[in-house]
């Protein structure tokens, strides 16, 4: 990110990562908890929010918002040194990719609950 002029995207994207983290923190005390990005997902999801010590109904309603405005989402892969933004298109391949080896009851393009 260009911190003398960022654009309004690169500030969506950090809004984004910086909640996600936040919500690690403070949910699982955890600066990026393990496959976090499919927990808040699924989270969005589903609206449930009896996650780690509980996630807010108004913290998913800015995932949701912020996910819209990035249009894409954070992930942090286990074989790498740090975590990524990749594009919405991109995260329903890795979440389904995710979602066929768990249990996961979600498709990778239902809508994020209004």
Request: with cysteine; hydrophobic share 40%; proline share 4%.
């Amino acid at each position: 990110m260009s911190y003398e002029h960022p654009t309004h995207e690169e500030l969506v994207r950090d809004a984004l990562e910086g909640l996600m983290s936040n919500l690690s923190e403070d949910c699982w005390c955890a600066y990026w908890m393990h496959d976090l990005e499919f927990t808040l997902w699924e989270a969005m999801m589903t609206g449930k929010t009896n996650l780690g010590f509980g996630v807010r109904d108004c913290d998913l309603v800015r995932l949701k918002s912020l996910h819209k405005l990035a249009a894409g989402w954070w992930i942090w892969p286990k074989d790498e040194e740090s975590k990524r933004f990749v594009t919405t298109e991109e995260w329903q391949l890795i979440f389904a990719n995710h979602a066929a080896t768990k249990t996961s009851t979600l498709s990778p393009v239902d809508s994020p609950r209004s």
